[in-house]
């Protein structure tokens, strides 16, 4: 742990040097008192829209608003409705109005406090009020804390996709506080962290190692060890962010795993398999594929199979016809017209975009996934 960066022993601060956009993640266990006075307020903002869910209002709002209480500012608690369907511009409407009714000002600020769908939700709604807002994001689930919180993409759904209207805004502030993961439910925790294995496989082994060293106390959520797994994938997802604003393409490590795991969510339907786990097959089938491809080094598959099983996550017993997969990876928009297009891994810490594989390379390791 480097003094650098680290607020009073208890708290890290990772930087996110983006051009114009220069921000920091705050990491650590009770972080959201923080927002009291380690975010850069601006001295326009007399308002604070806290954007949430009812359950983490219930659990969190009130230490939020004391804290951005103490940072000067008059507070509302404005809860949305929960869950990926209802990432919506319904939704969104509905919060405008009720920003309008206030009104939050040019020069307040929202603060995004819950999973990655309120963060894309209110950060969307931040970027397009009143011409844009500043936002602070406060992710309480892994999978925000570890990705979906920095980097600045916003957004909702429409009926036609995921994801289709939306903006890049990048926050005043991150702040995710690990203490919060414990009341996550449990499949939620698990789904987080076969996210967080992939920044270990693409960029830090250390996370790995942490990962096998601890995987019940991961799993039952002690902000101890999980705080530094947080710690690090952030540091990479901030790196990978900040690298791809000049040299394209980094970006695209980020989804190992993804390929086959967005099929996966696709086809078997969205909310069948959460997202991580998706990915945990994903991840699996990959270092299969890397291995059959001298690609990856001897026993990464194995590796992967027992740190998913540790986590207690999915490694096979997929019930997917696989050529139907194959139908969905080759729709896929990231897909060239030579085929399909996949990140492999060399060894833990070392991924690298590779040509399209022959399909009947593929085939095998789709089939191995049942
Ligand atoms: N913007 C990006 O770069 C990016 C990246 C990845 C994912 N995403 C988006 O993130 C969304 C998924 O986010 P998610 O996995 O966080 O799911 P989510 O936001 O739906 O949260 C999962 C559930 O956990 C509850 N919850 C949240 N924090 C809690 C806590 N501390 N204690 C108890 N319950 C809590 C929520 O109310 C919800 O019911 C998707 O919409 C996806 O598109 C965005
Ligand atoms: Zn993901």
């Not at 927002?35 to 903002?45: G, I, M, N, S």
């Not at 994001?137 to 909702?156: C, E, F, M, R, S």
């Not at 995710?176 to 009341?183: K, R, W």
Request: aromatic share 4%; with cysteine.
């Amino acid at each position: 742990m480097s003094a650098a960066g680290d607020l009073g022993g208890r708290l890290h601060r990772v930087p996110v040097p983006l051009e114009g956009a220069f921000y920091d993640v705050l990491v650590g266990a009770g972080a959201l008192d923080a927002l009291a006075d380690e975010v850069p307020w601006p001295a326009t903002a007399s308002r604070a829209a806290v954007v949430t869910s009812a359950t983490v209002a219930t659990l969190y709002a009130d230490r939020a608003q004391a804290a951005l209480e103490r940072a000067g500012l008059d507070v509302r608690v404005l809860t949305v409705p929960d869950g990926e369907e209802a990432k919506t511009l319904d939704t969104l409407g509905a919060l405008y109005h009720r920003l309008a009714a206030w009104p939050l000002r040019r020069g307040d600020v929202v603060v995004a406090l819950g999973g990655g769908v309120v963060g894309d939700l209110a950060g969307f709604a931040a970027s397009t009020w009143n011409r844009g807002v500043a936002v602070v994001q406060v992710p309480t689930t892994l999978l925000a804390q570890v990705d979906a919180a920095i980097g600045g993409k916003t957004g909702v759904n429409l009926a036609e996709g995921k994801n289709l209207v939306g903006a890049f805004h990048q926050p005043l502030a991150v702040v995710a506080d690990t203490s919060t993961l414990a009341t996550l439910p449990d499949r939620e925790r698990r789904a987080g962290l076969g996210e967080a294995a992939k920044y270990g496989f693409i960029a830090d082994p250390e996370v790995l190692r942490l990962l096998e060293a601890r995987p019940d106390a991961m799993v039952a959520g002690d902000p101890g060890v999980l705080t530094e797994v947080v710690r690090r994938c952030v540091a990479v997802k901030a790196r990978v962010v900040a690298a791809d604003e000049r040299e394209a393409g980094e970006r695209a490590l980020l989804n190992y795993g993804h390929t086959v795991g967005h099929a996966i969510e696709a086809l078997a339907g969205y909310g069948t398999y959460r997202h991580g786990e998706a990915v945990a097959l994903g991840m699996v089938a990959a270092a299969r594929l890397g291995e059959r491809l001298g690609v990856s080094e001897d026993g990464l598959a194995a590796r992967t199979v027992a740190l998913l099983e540790g986590l207690r996550l999915p490694t096979g017993g997929l019930r997917l016809d696989p050529a139907r997969l194959w139908d969905v990876l080759a729709r896929d928009k990231k897909a060239g017209a030579g085929g399909v297009r996949f990140v492999l891994c060399r060894r833990p810490g070392d991924a690298v975009v590779v040509d399209p594989p022959a399909r009947a390379d593929v085939d095998a390791v789709l089939r191995g996934l049942a």
